[in-house]
């Protein structure tokens, strides 16, 4: 008994402090997310994949849009992050790493297709992104502020540039 009377005395000591709450805190993050690691991990880096293809448009374009940018891949994380928690949340409840994963890779596909649209802006010669022009269209033109319509022309003036 002694010994529990230990432990808890220094548990307490720990949280006295706010460095020990914050790392009680991330400690106990990690722990509810362990074993999903991968997933949230993918899901983050992603995103701000996203942010940097899209920090590189806006410069390309003259732009810089820096303070919109952070708050829409903030208000992403967050967004994500409230999901994943979710769904992780639900595998461990059914004890499966399935839902997660399977809402992790919807994520990730959504982020990588915003990306290929900002990669297209970028690179509009690549033929990979070639192929993806038409069903991307909408997207680009939201990035561009251009009617879809305008898309195909602005797309062939910068490739033309390119060359």
Known sequence: MNFVKQKMSKLLNVLQTVQGWVIGVCVAIAD?????????YLV???????AGWGI????????????????????????????MFV???????????????VVGA???LV?????????????????LLKLLRKALAGEIAAKLHISPDEVEDALDGKEAANE
């Open 32 to 40: 509810y997310f362990a074993g999903h690691g991968f997933v949230v």
């Open 87 to 101: 769904f992780v949340g639900l595998d461990h409840f059914a004890d499966t790493t399935v839902t997660a994963s």
């Open 106 to 108: 919807a994520i990730v």
């Open 44 to 50: 983050t880096a992603v995103t701000l994949m996203d």
């Open 111 to 127: 982020e990588l297709w915003s990306s290929c649209a900002s990669m297209i802006i970028l690179f509009p010669h690549i033929p």
């Open 56 to 83: 590189a448009v806006s410069i390309r374009n003259g732009q810089f849009a820096l303070s919109e940018l952070a708050r829409l891949t903030i208000d992403k994380v967050l967004v994500y992050g409230s999901v």
